[in-house]
């Protein structure tokens, strides 16, 4: 039998094995359909726009599908359009096809997120940062594999809709007997009407700025690594490369097995620890007097910003003002508003200022986002309850 918490790993998977199929191809959409960059981007914004309206007004629907059906309906919606993309003649279809996904994708962070929380309630066992590891594996695997693939000539068609086929099967297989886990003894109903747009409070802010700091992390980590490398230091591409593959790398280790480390030592202490060696990093990358030591300060800031998001759901999840998949989906709008904004923003810096200015800008952030850990809770809320009990 298949434990609960394997299936929402799976979702997680399986979701960003397709969309990595797809990120992995760009280049072959952009030249598809006659882009530039500046068109490019305002398309890909499309998915961006559709997830923000989703965690804004999807809490709701998410309690009223239910965990199963709300997986089946995502997972295989989002890996649907993905596989779609490749054959739209123009950017304005692949624009509303992109805000669908993000739609899609929206809902499945809120469920899945949900269900990672409660289902750790019921085992008593941490496992929230692996349900992001799988996320992070499902996105390093298929890059490993769309590098292959791209370089035996498969066509863009072939590549997505294969990817689309293994989401299938694999749904089929892992989905059906997925069941919504009991909620939480303290947590409060979503009741009709009420909260029909997740918007943070300031109860939640804190939280809301720990998630801020992270995905600012990971987003000068993901869209500017290797630009920084080439421009600071004139690297050849494979040393360049090295900064993004020590980024993902330890992001994905940290969270895989970061959660007996949070069962041990607490939220709070493992928050504090790991913005602190994201500071120690951004500000290596920033002062960097060889590529080596800003590679070194990549691993850093991958590990730093691995756990600090998943931490600050559970928190968001656990509180009792107002139904979880409220205040998880408040925090995921404003998370995703720094995560598809924040990168622009560097790049002005970088612009303006230079490309090492930008890995120090961010060092404010990650300060403040350091000094709201006391939000986090210093041992697990499962221990006590279960003391209770």
Not at 152 to 175: M, N, W
Not at 336 to 344: S, T
Request: net charge neutral; glycine share 10%; hydrophobic share 55%.
């Amino acid at each position: 039998m298949i434990k609960p918490h394997y299936r929402v790993f799976a979702c997680f998977f399986l979701f960003a094995f397709a969309l990595g199929a797809l990120l992995a191809r760009l280049p072959d959409v952009q030249q598809h359909l006659g882009l530039d960059k500046a068109q490019l981007g305002l398309m890909l914004i499309g998915m961006a726009i559709g997830s923000l309206v989703s965690v804004s007004v999807g809490a709701q629907w998410v309690d009223r599908m239910g965990a199963r059906l709300t997986a089946l309906v995502t997972v295989l919606g989002t890996a649907f359009c993905y596989a779609l993309i490749p054959w739209l003649p123009n950017a304005i279809l692949v624009f509303v096809t992109l805000f669908v996904a993000g739609i899609l994708a929206g809902l499945l962070e809120i469920n899945l997120n949900l269900e990672a929380d409660r289902i750790e309630a019921q085992i008593n066992k941490r496992m929230m940062n692996r349900a992001h590891g799988m996320w992070s594996l499902g996105f390093f695997v298929t890059a490993l594999l769309a590098a292959g693939i791209r370089q035996a000539g498969v066509p863009v068609e072939a590549h997505t809709g294969a990817a689309f086929g293994l989401v299938v099967l694999a749904s089929l297989i892992l989905l059906p007997g997925m069941t919504n886990a009991p909620h939480r003894p303290d947590s409060k109903p979503h009741e009709e009407g009420e909260h029909r747009i997740a918007l943070p409070t300031l109860g939640l802010l804190p939280l809301c700025i720990i998630g801020i700091a992270a995905f600012l992390i990971e987003g000068t980590g993901v869209d500017w690594s290797v630009i920084y490398m080439r421009d600071a230091f004139h690297v050849e591409p494979l040393i360049g490369g090295l900064s993004l593959t020590a980024f993902t790398g330890l992001m994905t280790l940290g969270r895989l097995f970061a959660d007996p480390v949070v069962e041990r030592y607490g939220p709070r202490a493992v928050a504090a620890t790991l913005l602190t060696v994201a500071a120690v990093g951004s500000l290596l990358i920033g002062l960097a007097p060889h590529p080596y030591v800003a590679i070194a300060g990549f691993g850093m800031i991958g590990v730093g910003c691995s756990c600090v998001y998943p931490l600050a759901v559970s928190a968001a999840a656990q509180r009792t003002d107002r139904p979880a998949a409220v205040n998880v989906a408040a925090l995921a709008q404003i998370s995703f508003v720094i995560f598809f904004a924040g990168p622009p923003l560097l790049g002005f810096v970088a612009e303006h200022f230079g490309i090492r200015v930008s890995y120090l800008v961010v060092l404010p952030v990650i300060v403040a986002g350091l000094l709201l850990t006391g939000h986090l809770q210093p041992k697990r809320k499962m221990e006590a309850v279960a003391a209770d009990a």
